[in-house]
């Protein structure tokens, strides 16, 4: 994360043979040199439930606290392989109602740090100190973090393209409803006086031409299911739209909720539509129902040699679920085996964003940003196709999402 090179050994020997920067990592100090006194949780094989108590290093929470001869309060390398490699979701713990991970159970959450990236301050914090007393250590350039835009596809259209049962089913919802407005704007857009309310596509090019945020796009491309309504993969006026897009932005895959429950019979299939209608390979990947078991998601993704996911995040909740705004191999402590496979963390979703029900929620985001610690930094914010429908007349959240992408 400080982009240095260090070398790594266990032979006592080597170590004081070595006249540069060093330190020691165990549980007692070697010599006079700097010295982390380290937990049992990194010499420990499988997972074992720990006892955790949250205190604070100044003004940052830590926990894993080790005795005063070290150079830190608290094991920093065991504390970040806890959040990293979400040991917690390990555990047994309490599911939500759609079986997924609960962020109300997270350390992050019950301890009120889920909004910070505590591993990047730690690292910060542990670079300042090294700076102080090894010279070979220069202070950190100021170098700005990143804004991270994701574009997610789930429905590219809420009328135009539906099957004549969709479209007959959301003519009744609304018209039990007495929704006499969205009744109108259903007719209107099947009978091509109106545009789509999900139709966002072509406005793209508008909202993004004076940021330097270019947002990377990922589409569903995969059969409708008893578990997702989806436009179909044999639509061309879909097709067509995601070829377009695809020469403007990256693009990526938003996998199918069958695909995650049922990887083998389903996510070969979705990846080959996929690649092949855009004639390019495709390595990034998103779950579009969010990370359900950590530890079988995150193989899924490497049996079928995707190299960069972006699901780490909550759907509902704004936060960081692995402690990080920096992105990470992802390492699988069930099996103590390290994936190829790199985590970019999501800060904020667009639910998570709703659920603030707050008008001055990305004013928010530009505090998170501005406090965001080292240059490998970033704040990913993940949005769908209908937030950036241009017809929305004084919306407050889109202007303020325009006004975070233009600073």
């Known amino acids: 994360m400080l982009g240095y090179d260090v070398g790594l050994t266990s032979a006592v020997e080597e170590f004081v043979a070595h006249s540069g920067p060093k330190f020691s990592y165990t549980t007692k100090p070697l010599g006079g040199e700097l010295f982390i006194s380290s937990h049992n949780l990194l010499f420990e094989q499988g997972v074992v439930s720990q006892e955790i108590t949250v205190e604070y290093w100044e003004t940052l929470p830590i926990f894993f606290k080790t005795h005063s001869e070290g150079i830190c309060p608290f094991d920093l390398f065991a504390?970040?392989?806890?959040?990293?490699?979400?040991?917690?979701?390990?555990?047994?713990?309490?599911?939500?109602?759609?079986?997924?991970?609960?962020?109300?159970?997270?350390?992050?959450?019950?301890?009120?740090?889920?909004?910070?990236?505590?591993?990047?301050?730690?690292v910060f914090k542990f670079h300042e100190i090294l700076t102080s007393h090894i010279e070979a250590f220069e202070s950190i350039q100021k170098v700005s973090p990143q804004k991270e835009i994701l574009i997610e596809v789930p429905l590219a259209f809420k009328y135009k393209f539906r099957s004549p049962l969709v479209a007959l089913g959301s003519f009744l919802h609304s018209l039990w409803r007495l929704d006499i407005k969205e009744l109108l704007i259903q007719v209107f857009v099947l009978l091509r006086i109106k545009k789509d309310p999900y139709d966002s596509f072509e406005s793209w090019n508008w909202w993004f031409a004076s940021s330097t945020v270019k947002p990377k796009?990922?589409?569903?491309?995969?059969?409708?299911?008893?578990?997702?309504?989806?436009?179909?993969?044999?639509?061309?006026?879909?097709?067509?739209?995601?070829?377009?897009?695809?020469?403007?932005?990256?693009?990526?895959?938003?996998?199918?909720?069958?695909?995650?429950?049922?990887?083998?019979?389903?996510?070969?299939?979705?990846?080959?539509?996929?690649?092949?209608?855009?004639?390019?390979?495709?390595?990034e990947v998103r779950w579009s129902n969010g990370i359900r078991?950590?530890?079988?998601?995150?193989?899924?993704?490497?049996?079928?040699?995707?190299?960069?996911?972006?699901?780490?995040?909550?759907?509902?909740?704004?936060?960081?679920?692995?402690?990080?705004?920096?992105?990470?191999?992802?390492?699988?402590?069930?099996n103590e085996f390290q994936l190829p496979l790199k985590v970019h963390p999501v800060f904020a979703t667009e639910g998570g964003l709703r659920n603030k029900k707050s008008n001055q929620v990305f004013s928010m985001l530009e505090e998170v940003y501005q406090k965001l610690p080292l240059s490998s930094s970033k704040c990913t914010v993940v949005l769908t196709n209908a937030f950036l429908y241009p017809n929305w007349k004084n919306n407050t959240l889109q202007k303020g999402f325009q006004d975070y992408i233009c600073d």
């Open 217 to 283: 796009i990922f589409f569903l491309l995969s059969k409708s299911s008893s578990y997702q309504s989806t436009i179909s993969v044999f639509n061309l006026g879909y097709r067509k739209i995601i070829k377009q897009i695809g020469d403007l932005f990256p693009l990526g895959v938003l996998a199918s909720i069958k695909s995650q429950l049922k990887p083998q019979e389903n996510f070969s299939r979705e990846k080959k539509d996929f690649q092949n209608l855009t004639h390019r390979v495709i390595s």
């Open 79 to 122: 504390a970040s392989f806890y959040l990293l490699s979400r040991y917690e979701e390990t555990l047994p713990h309490i599911k939500t109602a759609k079986g997924h991970f609960d962020a109300s159970e997270s350390l992050a959450k019950q301890h009120h740090f889920l909004e910070q990236p505590v591993v990047d301050l730690w």
């Open 293 to 334: 078991n950590v530890t079988k998601d995150y193989n899924t993704l490497a049996d079928f040699e995707f190299n960069s996911d972006y699901s780490m995040g909550y759907l509902d909740q704004i936060g960081f679920r692995a402690g990080t705004a920096t992105p990470f191999h992802f390492y699988d402590v069930s």
